[in-house]
Structures are given as C-alpha cells and as structure tokens.
C-alpha cells in the first residue's frame, strides 16, 4: 500500500510540510516582510503628502526651477487659493497623489529647493561669512579700511568711517571684565558690507 503524500511545498529545493514548525517559520517571516513593506509604503506616502504641502510655501523663483506637470503645478495654486478646510484637505490629497507620479530625481530637485530656501544658497551663505569677515577686520584693523575701498570703490567711504569709529566705541566695556556690546553701527556695517559685495557679483556676473 502506497504511502499518502504529505501537503507541502519546496523552497530552495527543501519540501515543507504543510503545518510543520518549518511552514510555520516562513509564514512568519512572509507576514513580517509584507507588514514591513505596508509599513515602507505608509511612511514614503506620509512623505511624499508632506512634501507636496510644503511646495505651498516654495518661493516662485525656486518653483519655476522644478520640472513637475502642469497639473501639479495647476494643483498647488488651486491648493494656495483655496481657504475652506475642508476645500483645502481634499486639494492636498490630491497632490498627494499626484506627487506619488513624480520622477524620483525630479523629488531630490524639489527636497534641494527647500532646503535651499529654508537655509539659503551655498553661494548666499557665503556671502554672508565674507561679509562678517570684513566687518571684523574693518574694525580690527585700520589697513582693511584702504583694502575695501579698493575693492568696493563705490563703498560711501565716509559714512563706512563714521561706523567702525562708533562700532569700536560701542565695543568698549563700561566696566573691567564686562562683556562686549554691539551697538547698531555694528549691524549696519555688516549690511553694508553684504550689500555691497552682492552688488559687486551681480556686477561680475552681468561681465
């Protein structure tokens, strides 16, 4: 008499039982990965619902840069027009959705452009460590004054003067051993500085 044939399967050239403590194994370990990937699903869409909400608030110089559909650029100013909650709630779903059909790459450009307004260009924050630079030296050193001029002759010298004389002033504690205080000459030799070295880029970029 011939031996019933178990219930089963293979994996990897191994029969499992159906029932036995292996098959229960690998259920488990199905279950965990199929739990694992609704969980990856959720979390990239969660994601992907809030970057849509922040392309809200992007600068329109930064949004004219992105490459997204007309339809999800149409979507996000419905989105901005729209002030019922409940208008509004449903809006952002829908560019939840359509944000779902945006090239990955093209996502790293619009992730880039909010960082890049949140934080400023690399090319902006180093405009504002030169400028800290020469303000520091300006009021450190009396030779930075003859360089700056040279290099931004359209600087208001005399004004730019009357500033480090006043900052040095105001740097001056009231008491020994009393901490430093910046006044607003301070402030506005910074903003003259920055000023004046965007102008100077602006002017060797039009060149």
């Known amino acids: 008499m011939s031996r019933k044939l178990k219930k089963g399967y293979f994996v990897k050239g191994e029969f499992v039982a159906e029932g036995s403590e292996r ?4 259920k488990r370990e199905l279950k965990g990965t199929d739990e694992q990937s609704r969980t990856d699903l959720k979390r990239e869409s969660t994601e992907l619902q809030k970057l849509g909400e922040d392309l809200l608030t992007l600068r329109p110089d930064l949004m004219a840069r992105l490459d997204l559909s007309e339809k999800l650029k149409d979507a ?8 019922n909650f409940e208008g509004k709630r449903r809006q952002m779903q829908f560019i ?3 944000m779902r059909l945006v090239d990955p790459a093209v996502l790293e450009t619009v992730r880039a452009a909010l960082t890049e307004q949140h934080s400023g260009s690399a090319h902006e924050n180093l405009v504002l460590h030169l400028a800290e630079t020469w303000r520091d030296r300006l009021l450190a050193d009396d030779d930075a004054f003859g360089e700056w001029v040279s290099k931004c ?3 208001d010298a005399q004004q730019l003067r009357a500033l480090i004389r006043q900052a040095r002033k105001d740097a001056k504690p009231e008491k020994p051993g009393a901490a ?3 006044g607003r000459a301070y402030r506005d030799i910074f903003q003259i500085v920055r000023e004046q070295l965007a102008t100077e880029d602006e ?3 039009a060149s």
């Open 96 to 98: 939840g959705k359509l």
């Open 153 to 155: 002759p359209d600087t």
């Open 203 to 205: 002017t060797d970029e």
């Open 180 to 182: 430093v205080r910046h």
């Open 76 to 83: 996000v100013l419905e989105a901005k027009r729209i002030t």
């Open 23 to 26: 098959d229960l194994e690998l």
